[in-house]
C-alpha cells in the first residue's frame, strides 16, 4: 500500500490512528460517563446529549483558529505536537471525578484538537502538492482516512477492558497513552515532511492574527455570553443555554468567512465560493452521522439485544468486555420508555433499563440471576470496521474507473455520499418497526447494516472534503480553509446534540428517524442542484 505513495504517509497514517485511538475511546464511553448514577454524574438523557453535542462541537470549532496560527505562526509540525500534548493531558485528567476537573479536561480535548487536526490534514495535502503524487490525493486521504478508523476500531475494545478493571479513570488513562504514542510517532516521521511545513507570511489584504481576535474570537465570545444569558420563553431560546451560546458565538465567525469570500480576487472568489456552499450542506450530514456517540449509543444500550451465553458469554466474561445486569421483577410486563415512565409503582432500581423493553417471560434468566450482556459503547467499533473494510474496495473502484476516464468529480462523490447516507436512516426506521417501536429488543445487525450503508456515505464525502479544501484553497489560507470544514463539522457536531437530546421526546422512535432522513435527503438533493456550477469551478482550477 505504501510503496507508491510518499515516505511521509505510514508516519502520518499513524499518528492520527493514535490520535483517533485516544479520542475515540473517549468518546466512545463519554456519555455513559455522565449518565452514571455512581461514578459519573448523574446526568439525565438531555442533558448528556446536550453535553456531548456542546463538547464535540467545539472540538471541531477550534480548527478555526488552530490552522490559522499554524499558517502564520507555529507552522504545522509544532502545531501537531502542541496538539497531541494538550488532548493527552486532557484525557488523562478526564478520569478525576470532579466536575471542574471535567470542564479543564474537556477544554484540554478541545484546545489540543484545534492545533492537531487541521493541521496534519494540511500537512498530508502539502506532502501531495508535488507532480509526482498529486494526482494521488484522493487515494491518500482515503488511505489516512483509514488509519483513523483502525484507531477507532481497536480503542473500544481496549476502553471496556479496562472501564471493568480499572474504572473509568483506567479508560480516559488508555486514551491519554494513546495520544502520546501519536505524537511520539509524529516526531519520529519528521525528516519525511520537514520540507512541507513552510509557514505563509501575511500578503496584501490578509488580516494580522491580533485583528482577527478582535474581529472575530473576541467578538464570538461576547456573542456567546449574550447567548447564555439572553433568556426566551423555557429560559433559553433554542434548546438550552449551552446552545443558545455556541449558535451565538458562530455568527461572527460565519461573517469572517462570508469576508473572506467577499475580499477574495476574482480569481479566487469561485473556488471559495464552491468551498464555502459544500461546506454549508454537509453541516446536514455530520448532524445525523454524530449521533453515533448519542442516539445510536443509547439505541445500543436499550434497544439492542446484548446478550451473550454460551461458549461466546463464557469468553466475553472472562475478558471483560461485558456489563451484567441481575433481574428482580420477573412477573413484569413488557414495556416501552413511554409507558414505564408512567408506570409509578415501579422503581428505577428495581427494574434495570435493559429489560424494559423485553417479555419478562420469556427472558434468557431467572429472578436473582445476572444477565450477561456485551457493553454498548462496543457498537462504536461498527462504524470504524465497516471503514476498514470498505476502504481498500472504495479506492479500488474510483481507481477502476480513474482508468476508465470515468471518475467523478470530488463533489459529485460528496452529493452521493449525502444520498448514500440518507438511506442509512431507512434501515433504523425498519429497525424500529422490528422491535414494535421499542417494546421488543431487536437484533445487533440493524445496526450493523445501518453504520454500514452510511459508513459508504462517509467514504465518498468526508475524505474527498478534505480532499477537496486541498484541492481548491488559496495557498495563502489553505490551514485557514480546512478549519472552515471543520467549522462546518463542528455545527453539525452541535446539530445532532440537539436532535439527539429529542430523543426521550418521540414515543414514536420511527418519526425521530424520519426527522433525520428529510434533513439529509434535503442537503443531497440541494448539492445535486449546485453540482453543474462546482464542476465548472474544478474544470476552470484544472483538478477533478
Not at 436473582?368 to 474496495?393: C, D, H, K
Amino acid at each position: 500500500m505504501w510503496k507508491k505513495h510518499p515516505k511521509a504517509l505510514p508516519f502520518l497514517f499513524f499518528s492520527e490512528m493514535w490520535e483517533r485511538f485516544g479520542y475515540y475511546l473517549m468518546i466512545g464511553i463519554f456519555t455513559f460517563y455522565l449518565k452514571d448514577a455512581v461514578n459519573g454524574f448523574s446526568m439525565n438523557e438531555k442533558d448528556s446529549a446536550s453535553l456531548y453535542g456542546t463538547f464535540i462541537a467545539l472540538v471541531f470549532f477550534t480548527p478555526f483558529l488552530g490552522g490559522l496560527i499554524a499558517d502564520r505562526y507555529l507552522g504545522y509540525r509544532r502545531s501537531i505536537i502542541l496538539g497531541g500534548l494538550l488532548m493527552g493531558a486532557g484525557y488523562c485528567m478526564m478520569g478525576i471525578h470532579n466536575e471542574t476537573m471535567l470542564y479543564v479536561s474537556m477544554t484540554l480535548v478541545i484546545l489540543g484538537n484545534g492545533f492537531f487536526k487541521p493541521n496534519i490534514s494540511t500537512l498530508l495535502g502539502n506532502v501531495y502538492s508535488t507532480p509526482k503524487h498529486m494526482h494521488q490525493k484522493d487515494e491518500g486521504y482515503n488511505i489516512f482516512y483509514m488509519g483513523i478508523n483502525i484507531g477507532a476500531f481497536v480503542c473500544n475494545f481496549f476502553g471496556a477492558v479496562l472501564l471493568n478493571l480499572l474504572g473509568w479513570a483506567g479508560a480516559f488513562g488508555a486514551a491519554g497513552v494513546g495520544m502520546f504514542i501519536g505524537v511520539i510517532t509524529f516526531i519520529i516521521g519528521t525528516k519525511h515532511y520537514r520540507e512541507y511545513d513552510v509557514r505563509k507570511p501575511l500578503q496584501p489584504g490578509d488580516l494580522p492574527l491580533w485583528k482577527i481576535f478582535a474581529l472575530v474570537i473576541f467578538p464570538s465570545l461576547i456573542f456567546g455570553i449574550i447567548g447564555w444569558f439572553m433568556k426566551g420563553t423555557k429560559g433559553y431560546i433554542f434548546d438550552s443555554n449551552s446552545t443558545d451560546a455556541f449558535i451565538f458565538a458562530c455568527i461572527p465567525v460565519l461573517v469572517f468567512y462570508g469576508a473572506l469570500l467577499v475580499r477574495s480576487n476574482k480569481h479566487e472568489r469561485p473556488a471559495m465560493g464552491a468551498m464555502l456552499s459544500i461546506f454549508a450542506v454537509v453541516i446536514l450530514f455530520w448532524a445525523i452521522f454524530k449521533q453515533n456517540g448519542s442516539a445510536l449509543n443509547t439505541w445500543a444500550s436499550r434497544y439492542t439485544d446484548r446478550h451473550v451465553e454460551g461458549f461466546a458469554g463464557t469468553v466475553v466474561s472472562k475478558l471483560l468486555l461485558s456489563d451484567t445486569t441481575t433481574l428482580y421483577k420477573k412477573d413484569s410486563v413488557a414495556l416501552t420508555d413511554a409507558q414505564f415512565r408512567k408506570q409509578g409503582n415501579l422503581k428505577i432500581w428495581d427494574y434495570p433499563s435493559y429489560f424494559k423493553n423485553m417479555d419478562m417471560k420469556e427472558t434468557p434468566v431467572k429472578d436473582g440471576e445476572l444477565l450477561r450482556t456485551w457493553a454498548p459503547s462496543l457498537s462504536q467499533s461498527i462504524n470504524p470496521f465497516w471503514v476498514i473494510v470498505l476502504t481498500p474496495l472504495i479506492v479500488a473502484f474510483f481507481t477502476w474507473l480513474r482508468r476508465k476516464g470515468k471518475e467523478p468529480s470530488t463533489p459529485t462523490k460528496i452529493a452521493f455520499g449525502l444520498l448514500i447516507s440518507a438511506l442509512s436512516v431507512l434501515v433504523m426506521i425498519a429497525a424500529v418497526k422490528a422491535g414494535n417501536n421499542g417494546s421488543e429488543k431487536v437484533s445487533v445487525w440493524w445496526l450493523i447494516g445501518s453504520y454500514g450503508v452510511i459508513t459508504i456515505g462517509e467514504l465518498f464525502l468526508s475524505p474527498m472534503g478534505l480532499s477537496l479544501v486541498s484541492k481548491l484553497s488559496p495557498v495563502r489560507i489553505t490551514s485557514l480553509m480546512m478549519g472552515g470544514w471543520f467549522l462546518s463539522t463542528s455545527i453539525g457536531n452541535k446539530l445532532s446534540g440537539i436532535l439527539a437530546s429529542k430523543w426521550d421526546q418521540y414515543d414514536n422512535k420511527a418519526n425521530y428517524f424520519w426527522l433525520n432522513f428529510i434533513l439529509l435527503g434535503a442537503a443531497a438533493i440541494f448539492l445535486f442542484l449546485l453540482l453543474k456550477w462546482l464542476n465548472r469551478v474544478m474544470k476552470e482550477k484544472g483538478v477533478n
